[in-house]
Structures are given as C-alpha cells and as structure tokens.
C-alpha cells in the first residue's frame, strides 16, 4: 500500500487547511485511515481517523470541534479538513494505513496499529 499526502502550506491562525491522502496498490487489505502529526522535538501523535466501512471517526481532544476526517471509497482518499488553525498545530503531518480488523467499531489510534505511511506534509500556523 502506498500513500501520498498533500495539501500542507503557511496558513495564519484562524485559517484553514485540508489534508488529502491517497492511497493506491492493496488498499483492499486495510480497514482505517489515520492521521498523525510531528512538531520539532516532540514525539508523532494521533490527530484522527476514520474506518473505510463507516462509523463515527476519532479524534485527539486537542482538535475536536476543529478537524473532520472523512473518506471517499471510491478514490481511495482520505481528507482532514482543518478550520481555526492554531501555532500549535504546526507540525507534519502524516497520513497512515491499518490493516488490523476490529469487529468493533474500534477505530485505532496508535502508532503500532498502522502499517503504512505516508511521506508527511508540512503544515505552518503563523501566530
């Protein structure tokens, strides 16, 4: 499975960004999409995602209210659209793939449940 990320830029505080990620080659043999995101020096965290089969999405709390995933099947393509940007959110993003199956509605949310990943995309909140 490979996946290619797009969509970062310089934004101000308060603007808007969204993400997309593409994926393409055995995207039948994962079950989520996620996104995480990397600050200087900080560790990768989760930020959000989504099961292909539907279902409410996860988010980190930082994000709630202000970040929406979404998935559109037929192009294999994952969005997180970002409103009210804030300088904390300055990071690159990365889109990544899970192929774990939960019977659940489970939506994974570590970094050891994906298995694919994107190259990132460098997303820049100036205050």
């Known amino acids: 499975v490979q996946l290619q990320a797009s969509g970062g830029g310089l934004v101000q505080a308060g603007g808007s960004l969204r993400l997309s990620c593409a994926a393409s080659?055995?995207?039948?043999?994962?079950?989520?999409m996620g996104w995480f995101r990397q600050a200087p020096g900080k560790e990768r965290e989760f930020v959000a995602a989504?099961?292909?089969?539907?279902?409410?999405?996860s988010y980190v709390d930082s994000v709630k209210g202000r970040f929406t995933i979404s998935r559109d099947n037929a192009k294999n393509t994952v969005y997180v659209q970002m409103n009210s940007l804030k300088p904390e959110d300055t990071a690159v993003y990365y889109c990544?793939?899970?192929?774990?199956?939960?019977?659940?509605?489970?939506?994974?949310?570590?970094?050891?449940?994906?298995?694919?990943w994107g190259q990132g995309t460098q997303v820049t909140v100036s205050s």
């Open positions: 080659g055995r995207t039948s043999s994962t079950y989520a």
């Open positions: 990544a793939a899970s192929s774990l199956y939960y019977s659940s509605t489970y939506v994974p949310k570590l970094r050891f449940e994906y298995h694919y």
């Open positions: 989504i099961r292909w089969s539907g279902g409410s999405p």
